[in-house]
């Protein structure tokens, strides 16, 4: 056996060996960047350093990368620095975004911007009818689709996204937490924000960046000593960043990470179980995710059958006590909430073997196929 | 050694039931219920059971006694098989009790389910009663400790779960649950006692009820007196409790009490004490834990309220599954609403909701 397994690396992910050697680094390293001595000079060099790296696995310059505390902050720097000052600020967006954007969007609202939605299909895809008709109809300033969803897998066209955007002149922000690591760089990085985080990609958690175009104007959200280059203030978290730059020097081309893993399992379990759907699946998804519904199975017992057993997935979206309610984004899908009651997310990562995969899809056709022989007696 | 989930609410009860278990070396799966959505405005409404500190407190306790531990999330069945009933019966002029219909509809149904689908032999709960197995035949019984049985609360069990239910803490007294917390070094051993219903912590049950009840539902009537003379005006049945002394709003020189709320005509019916006692009830939705047709040769005893005493009763069936059910001894403000639960000795045979006492019966 290969217990435990992890499945949840949409969740969060280990911590790679690189990510650690640089925070080993950078917890000698405590000098203040902002100090003038030789301390405070050697965590900038190392800070520098970090950028640098980040940059790279971006494709983009050291100077677009704005350090913050993950994709969260990110997200909410984008949107919340975009509005104000402005009067009368539109932001086109989706109702599938991540809680960051989707509440900082009703915050906004709060403010005085308009927020629309672009239509999501049952597929989980973008209505790209509606999103062009909304470019032109409600004329948006911003627009604010994420790359890759975190719950469906499900991929967004954001080269053609941009590309319409720019033609009216429209700035784009897209919340590639999910896309980086998992799809190549050029996909998500020609967006004018771009908001990305550490520990989706073997770094640790706390560390994150939007990438923002040379030139672009934003407020600062979060004030302190000017920190990078005033767009964020607070005395950089130095083990955080270079643990980011650690797992970007370590980061592999996505397509040989894990490619197959996710066609595998869906494979396996189509094979030992019907009543499946797995969302998403007539369009574009990550090559990592799978969201399944499995019919008549609520996902909590799902869920906790399998952890006990030692294979460890996530499901919906957990509310402030921790327990799940039915996932915005499958709701946006059409999905009822009782179905949404019955979807399991399986995300595998550059560690996962195809044995685990086996495994892991073994397992969950034990549980769910006595589950649903118990509910039939 | 058996795979039992343990229901924890975040109490000493729970919080010991699942360290006894773990001690005898089962497999020990805590779980809480969400039933409140914390998130919301008015988090606070949830305060004496299953709010957020609650849940960090179970939490705690799991994480201490070595269990795993998940939250289900059973809002929606809490809405509707509790809450959205006890507005309901209120604004209907009867007295509901929550914590019997959330004990049959979320814990022994919807729990119970989602520890069957976990592959558990059995669902345990922190409560004070206890289940014995003579013969065929499991009994549900009060708890050891007599100050606090539970059994009340239990009557709505399947006899079929019986089976599959497990009580920890029933055969111990509270100081002996206290020490034990102590003993295994639980937080929740000082924590005091739940009381009153969880989802109207910070309000009266009158206001909770015009808080959420849908505008017509609340129906201002007469208060008159038993030959419906009008003594006064009121805002609605759900300010009313069979029995009742205070807050009548009508002026007299002897005490008044409600001595009954009639849906019919909306009033709400005042006497002298009196008049609050009756020897006849008509119960309805009844379970049974033993054979009915056995009881006519038990002595059986009858209770309505969690805070009266059990008394014999004679029980004669009727039609749709009502009983007829006569008290020996006449009992002050038999309340329509509330669970009328019958015990041969210590044992609960069954029981139902009281539908009509008195003259009506």
Known sequence: MHLPIYADFNGTTPTCPAAQAWMSKAIECWGNPSSIHKLGQASRGLLDEARGEVARACERKPGDVVFTSGGSEANTLALLGSVLGNTGYRVLSTPVEHSSVRDTCALISRLGATVEMVKIDPSGQLNWPDFLAKLDSFKPQLVSIMTANNETGVVFPLPEIVAECRSRKILVHTDAVQGFGKLPAAFWNQADFVSISAHKILGPKGAGALLIHEGLKLENTHFGGGQETKRRGGTENIVGISGFAGACTALKPEAESVAGLRDLFEAKLHHSLSDLVVMGAATKRLPNTSQIQFSGVSSEVLLSALDLDGLYVSAGSACSSGSLKPSPVLLAMGLSESAARECLRFSWGPLTTEAEVVTAANLVAGHVTRIRERKSR | ?361
């Open chain 2, 1 to 361: 050694m058996s795979r039992i989930v343990v229901a924890m609410s975040g109490g000493v009860d729970s919080s010991v039931a699942a360290g006894l278990l773990k001690e005898q070396g089962h497999e020990v799966i805590g779980i809480s219920l969400q039933l409140h959505d914390f998130a919301k405005k008015e988090s606070n409404k949830f305060g004496t059971c299953c709010s957020i500190e609650d849940l960090n407190d179970a939490r705690t306790v799991a994480r201490k006694l070595d269990i795993p531990f998940y939250l289900s999330n059973m809002e929606a069945e809490f809405k509707k098989g509790v809450i959205d009933n006890f507005i309901e019966e209120y604004t209907k002029g009867r007295t509901p009790n929550p914590c019997v219909r959330c004990n049959e509809k979320v814990k022994f149904h919807t729990l119970m389910d989602w520890a069957m689908d976990l592959g558990a032999d059995y669902l345990a709960t922190g409560h004070y009663a206890q289940i014995t197995n003579g013969g065929a035949e499991y009994s549900l019984k009060k708890g050891a400790d007599f100050e606090k049985d539970q059994s009340y609360f239990l009557f709505t069990i399947k006899a079929k779960d019986l089976a599959r239910t497990i009580f920890p803490v029933g055969g111990m007294n509270k100081p002996e649950v206290r020490a034990m917390a102590e003993r295994l070094g639980l937080a929740t051993a000082a924590k005091p006692d739940s009381q009153d219903v969880c989802f109207v912590q910070s309000k009266s049950y009158s206001d909770f009820v015009e808080s959420e009840a849908p505008r017509e539902l609340i129906k201002p009537g007469l208060v008159v007196d038993m030959n419906g003379k009008e003594l006064g005006q009121h805002a609605g049945m759900h300010r009313f409790t069979v029995g009742q002394r205070k807050g009548l709003g009508v002026n007299s020189l002897e005490a008044l009490f409600v001595v009954k709320l009639d849906p019919e005509t909306n009033n709400v019916v005042v006497g002298p004490e009196t008049a609050l006692f009756h020897h006849d009830c008509v119960a309805e939705g009844f379970n049974w834990l033993t054979d009915p047709d056995s009881i006519k040769s038990k002595e059986v005893l009858g209770k309505i309220r969690y805070r009266s005493k059990e008394t014999p009763v004679q029980l004669h069936p009727m039609a749709n599954g009502q009983w007829k059910v006569h008290f020996d001894m006449a009992q002050r403000a038999i309340t329509p609403g509330q669970a009328l639960v019958l015990y041969e000795g210590d044992r609960v045979i069954g029981g139902g909701w009281i539908h009509s006492s008195g003259a009506q019966a």
